[in-house]
Nanobody, 117 residues
Framework: QVQLVESGGGLVQAGESLRLSCAAS????????MGWYRQAPGKQREFLAT???????NYGDSVKGRFTISRDNAKNTAYLQMNSLKPEDTAVYYC???????????WGQGTQVTVSS
């Protein structure tokens, strides 16, 4: 089992920045992928970014150039730096974890990000 705890959400104004953190704990093997998704009211969950334990990254089109994913393997923690936030970025942001080669994935409880105009 892997447990994920997100933090860093909050209320900001348009144009400001936030950094989300996701700390993983439990039975963690070396080769894994951590990612971020979000879900706005009435919408489907949207892919934002992933990062492998080797540092490879992948981004969704809606956040390329504004959001940056990173991780600290020693702390089993992933980060999402969000810059130039827009009201349409308002959503619950979820952390995701999976081991490479294993289908099962884990989700955090979500952290609310609200961007006012």
């Amino acid at each position: 089992q892997v447990q994920l705890v997100e933090s860093g959400g909050g209320l900001v104004q348009a144009g400001e920045s936030l950094r989300l953190s996701c700390a993983a704990s439990g039975s963690i093997f070396t080769n894994n992928v951590m990612g971020w998704y979000r879900q706005a009211p009435g919408k489907q969950r949207e892919f934002l970014a992933t990062i492998t334990s080797g540092g490879g990254t992948n981004y969704g089109d809606s956040v390329k150039g504004r959001f940056t994913i990173s991780r600290d393997n020693a702390k089993n923690t992933a980060y999402l730096q969000m810059n130039s936030l827009k009201p349409e970025d308002t959503a619950v942001y979820y952390c995701n974890f999976r081991h490479i080669g294993i289908l099962h994935e884990y989700w955090g409880q979500g952290t609310q990000v609200t961007v006012s105009s």
